[in-house]
């Protein structure tokens, strides 16, 4: 059965409006789709339909804007779902410890669905689970209402593979994964996202295939990076630069680049790679498989904070400071540079272990929402960047915005204590700009460096 119309009009509904779904929701409709947008938030289907977005990342609010009311229309009604073409689920699917996933999200959306899809539409999930989900949880819950899959509607599992900050970029560029339920569910996706995207599209044999692919993806990403963890260490006993070193190790071609090691920083955090690479474990687990790996680069990626707290307190005692009643200023708080994501952010562990140790810790990030980072943090925000340094006798540069790369090292030194350390977690600053910094008078501090 063909589960695409042949016209030119396609219409979308999208489930789940998070940071994934809002992306998807809102490239389809700048690319002609119209979209129906459900999510059970009524605050956020208010701000949308406004033309508002709350997810800082780049371009999104402008396409939400252009599109609100227009191609893209909100509601918290599952009811509209059965206008659709295609409906894509993109709900969240959170683990507890060590990947088992909490299905509830899920599982609703699923219940919904299956009391309203009607004959003839595409089923896409994009939500990451662990392999044999799609099948073994949705399939049944959607054919709860009478409709067959295969012969009624199709279904397909296309992971989605985004990285925050550049997730626009990606989503009309990299190659979409399709693996569907039946060669006709297959077929109707592959053609979906080529007439939707204009992109690659790289179909799979099952299922499960495509749902293994965006865990390997974040697997070798969490491994990658525990290496570059490892190897900072190693060349900070050794007084080299690990940049110095990666860039040289990466000059080399293996299989079909280069060796390609990542950077280390802080630590990792967001949704996905903190979660991601455990659901692997367990499933494979489950199989009779015990990896080693996984839980080897997650014991190494979880304990960079604490290093990164240790390198705080060292450069507080070469200052001549001891860490209580010290004041440290942590410029940056999301998980990774540009975006306003907190979720998971290794930052959070770096400044409750520096409040145990009696520091002053004084924060600021101009991306994060200001009443999110308090709940977490349990501080409050510098009202500036010049409120926020007053005193301080460390810099903690721990996320690199954009918003940062203007600031004026040697301007702030009026501001901050005389013997100020800066200390990089994440900016990975050039020799030049160490140089500057120590010329202005501060001591320099780097994982790695």
């Avoid at 992109?199 to 295939?209: C, D, G």
């Avoid at 260490?233 to 070193?245: E, H, K, Y």
């Amino acid at each position: 059965m063909r589960f695409l119309p042949e016209r030119e009009n396609i219409t979308a509904a999208v489930l789940g409006l998070g940071y994934v779904g809002s992306c998807v929701a809102a490239v389809l409709a700048d690319r002609g789709v119209n979209v129906i947008g459900v999510d059970t938030d009524p605050v956020l289907v208010e701000e949308l339909n406004a033309g508002h977005c709350r997810f800082s990342e780049a371009g999104l609010p402008e396409l939400v804007a252009r599109h609100a009311g227009d191609r893209l229309r909100v509601t918290t009604s599952y009811e509209s779902v059965s206008e659709a073409d295609v409906v894509i689920v993109a709900v969240g699917t959170p683990t507890g410890e060590r990947g088992v996933m909490k299905e509830s999200q899920l599982r609703g959306a699923c219940e919904e669905l299956g009391r309203h899809i009607r004959p003839g539409q595409l089923l896409v999930f994009k939500s990451t689970v662990p392999p044999g989900v799609t099948r073994s949880l949705a399939l049944p819950l959607l054919e709860r209402g009478g409709l067959v899959c295969g012969e009624d509607f199709g279904l397909a599992f296309c992971p989605e593979r985004l990285s925050e900050g550049t997730a626009l970029r990606e989503l009309r560029s990299f190659p979409i994964i399709v693996g569907g339920w039946c060669a006709d569910s297959s077929a109707a996706a592959v053609e979906f996202w080529r007439r939707a995207i204009g992109v690659e599209v790289i179909p799979v044999a099952s299922l499960e295939a495509a749902e293994m692919v965006k865990l390997a993806d974040n697997w070798w990403i969490d491994h990658n990076i525990a290496l570059a963890n490892e190897l900072a260490r190693v060349c900070a006993a050794l007084d080299v630069d690990v940049l110095d070193i990666i860039s040289a190790a990466n000059s080399i071609p293996k299989g079909n680049g280069n060796v390609n090691i990542l950077l280390p920083s802080v630590g990792v955090g967001g949704s996905c790679l903190t979660k991601d690479p455990w659901m692997v474990w367990r499933s494979a687990r489950e199989h009779g498989i015990d990896l080693l790996t996984i839980p080897a680069a997650r014991e190494v990626n979880d304990s960079m904070p604490h290093y990164t707290r240790d390198l705080i307190v060292e450069e507080l005692a070469r200052t001549g400071r001891s860490p209580v009643g010290a004041k440290v200023t942590v410029l940056g708080l999301a998980f990774k540079n540009n975006t306003g994501d907190l979720r998971e952010t290794p930052v959070r562990p770096v400044v409750e272990e520096l409040l145990k140790a009696g520091v002053e810790v004084t924060l600021y990030d101009p991306l994060v929402d200001a009443d999110e980072a308090e709940k977490l943090f349990g501080l409050p925000q510098a009202a500036s960047l010049e409120e926020a340094v007053r005193g301080a006798d460390c810099l903690a540069v721990l996320a690199w915005h954009r918003e940062f790369h203007d600031i004026d090292f040697a301007a702030l030194r009026e501001h901050v204590a005389p013997r100020c350390a800066v200390v990089d977690g994440r900016a990975y600053y050039p020799r030049e700009t160490i140089d500057l910094l120590r010329e202005s008078g501060y001591a320099y501090r780097g994982i790695g460096r």
